[in-house]
């Protein structure tokens, strides 16, 4: 007797769970997990920022605080401070009202939320093009998964070139030029995932340039505000021009990694429109879909990121916290640098010598490194990461970044 369930085939493991669950199985006391994309302390623990655990004591104690329901678009306190975060306290389109914001799930529950209602309201018959959105080429993995699923078609862009591992972009200006007219761009705001390489502010100029000439909508999805270079300001520069050269748009926004609530949630998702007739038309159909999707947010995160953004002491405190964490990585940057380039002379995967390790920002970067010696960190070092040679810088610290440099230096050499 068949089951209704009978031809479900076994879906293939996750890769980065497969990657941790083997490094937790692994009993080499000198393993190093380069895989996950979570920050971790100098002695390679979990941190949880001193900001967090002031505003989380102060919501705990009090006991005014009840769980009803929030609103269906999330905690207005944190929804709009969230917004003015990543456009800016002086934001016209905030002033102007053509700005809709409302909680998800996380950064994936923006991005998920986001695709969903554009494959339901975004008007690709009047522009004549597919259910398609265009996706930077390599992205982070997951893009494609939550895309596919909601029935838009993700489609490759030139982004990397893997010779200079460095941005390709002419591949994208080219790409760019050739768009259809009203299609869909995922566009990564800072820290690029998974190859930490990013436009200048000048090469962004030139992109929302073209963005208008081809009446292209930006996808923006932005998991690294503040994280990237320690400065909240610089990290949402591409967004703010974006915005000011009123091109649309809409912005996926999480609390993961600047505000250490991986397990919490948090995010935003953030519409801008073209004016505010257009701005209520989607507030109140966001509001039908969200209502569909889970009724109403949580509401421990978004309370949490609330008593940072909307209070001086706790937001000051944060930024140092974020320029703690952004700096820790930066260092690891400079030191892995130096023991490669200067003090091993290992060679180079593209022969121009490492300084792509330091010209990359954000948690991850691209080694250059290929499978095989990616295979080789795993099997004879014990140094687990991705085939595709990206790294956590998060997971190097004091301890260990010379043995990963020296290891990774062995699997080229021999």
Known sequence: MPTP????PLAPPDSIFKLTAAFKQDSNPSKVNLGVGAYRDDTGKP??????????????????????????LGLPEYTQSAAKLILGDSSKAISDKRVV???????????????AFLAK?????????????????????NHHSIFANVGLEPVNYPYYDKNTIGLDFD????????????????????????????????????????????????FFDCAYQGFA?????????AVRYFVEQN??????????????????????????????????????????????????????????????????SNFSQWEKDIKTMADRIIKMREILFDQLNNKLKTPSPNGNGWGHITSQIGMFSFTGLNPEQCQKLIDKHHIYLTANGRISMAGLNSSNVEYVAKSIDDVIKN
């Not at 369930?5 to 479900?8: D, L």
């Open 247 to 312: 091109i649309p748009l809409l912005i996926c926004q999480s609390f993961a990694k600047n505000a250490g609530l991986y397990g919490e949630r948090t995010g935003a998702l953030h519409f801008v429109g073209k004016d505010a007739d257009e701005t209520e038309r989607l507030r109140t159909q966001y509001s039908v879909f969200q209502r569909a999707e889970i009724s109403n947010p949580p509401a421990f995160g978004a309370r949490l990121v609330s008593a940072l953004l909307n209070d001086k």
């Open 5 to 8: 369930f009978a031809n479900v």
């Open 47 to 72: 941190w949880i920022l001193p900001s967090i655990k002031k505003v989380k004591s102060d919501y705990l104690t009090n006991e005014t605080i009840d769980h009803e329901y929030l609103p269906i």
């Open 229 to 237: 270079s320690g400065d909240l300001n610089k990290d949402a520069a």
């Open 171 to 218: 591949g994208l200006v080219n790409a760019l030029k050739q768009a259809p007219k009203g299609s869909i761009w995922l566009l990564h705001a800072c820290a690029h995932n998974p190859t930490g390489v990013d436009p200048t502010l000048e090469q962004w100029k030139q992109i929302a340039q073209i963005f208008q000439e081809r009446q292209l909508f930006a």
């Open 101 to 115: 914001s409302a909680q998800t799930i996380s950064g994936t529950g923006a991005n998920h939320s986001a695709a």
């Open 121 to 141: 309201h975004y008007d690709f018959t009047s522009f004549g093009i597919k259910k398609q959105i265009y996706v930077s080429s390599p992205t982070w993995a």
